[in-house]
């Protein structure tokens, strides 16, 4: 990796700031899914077990617009931290006696979206390193990510970041091949700059989800009341285009699951996808011709990005085509990465997390990073010499 990593650093008798994603779903104090808070734990760890005399770890929670809100306090996290740590933790201000504090909701204070360098300096002067493993916030150019580390001797990616950089970076830069790309999710608009980075790098590009509609709806193919992006026709003409001059086989579904609304109750029929037969219905999954065909795709893959659903995933009734793909993707033999909450959701609702390579907790940031962006948090880290 071409960025330092905290593996580079002297950590001993210094203090360190870590900017971590504890971004975690909470209601009424109570977290609901601690996953981003346990990634943190290797890197904040590996600070102490190596001597860090203090860690402060800051992250943000929800969008406050900054202005202090008790129900996006990260104090319930602060908690949460010191029973998986075993030690405890500082809230909001350093302690004597304790070596980790977590501060505050970044975003209780305006100046953090707006990278404010006063603000940043603030956070500066807590410690004598830095330490970014929030790559969830990379993509953002906020006072915490950016403009802290210019202000720092050394700014260090954590062991989360390094691997997303790792991983994410290999995928673009040196795949083993056939390199196979999965793209879903509900518009074409979300992924258009991802798409257009990938088609210089894949040898097959798979699309699902509602996306689809917009591809065959410019073709001229009779998609129903299915969703489509009508501003994003020529878009989809131009992908298809670009495809084809690049010889990478895109592949879109041929038979599809169509129901008259999205509803666990709905009457559903298979069709073949051009068939009139659809009237005023919807297409909300691949059908079992298409995942059969999607299948034969990965077969042979060696590298696999995957991001966005097949279908409504969260209806099991329309969730056939997203599970099918999953246990594809599982059996895939080679590096396996999974991007993108819905695909997160979805890898984890068909009980395949454990069999891919790489999780990204990412999000927007790792849609950002495929689509050939730089990112500033990731831009913003020290060089590693050489």
Known sequence: MAKLSIRDLDLGGK?????????????????????????????IQYALDHGASSVVLASHLGRPNGRPNPELSLRPVADRLAQLLGQPVAFEKLEAGKKITLLENLR???????????????????????????????HRAHASVEAIA??????????????????LGHALESPERPFVAIIGGAKVSDKLEVIENMLGKVDRLIIGGAMAYTFFKSRGIPVGKSLVEDDKLDAARKIEADASAKKVALALPVDHVVADKVDAGAATEVLEVGDKAIGDRMGLDIGPETIRKYEGLLADAKTVVWNGPMGVFEIDKFAAGTNAVAKAVAAVRGTTIIGGGDSIAAIRKAGMADRVTHISTGGGASLEFLGGRTLPGVAALTEKAG
């Open 15 to 43: 203090r360190v700031f870590i900017r971590v994603d504890f971004n975690v779903p909470l209601k009424n104090g109570v977290i609901g899914d601690d996953t981003r808070i346990r990634a943190s734990l290797p890197t």
């Open 108 to 138: 209780f204070d305006p100046r953090e979206e707006k990278n404010d360098a006063e603000f940043a300096k603030s956070l500066a002067a807590l410690a004598d390193l830095y330490v970014d493993d929030a790559f969830g916030a990379a």
């Open 150 to 167: 210019h202000l720092m001797p050394k700014a260090a990616a954590g062991l989360l970041m390094e691997q997303e950089l790792r991983y």
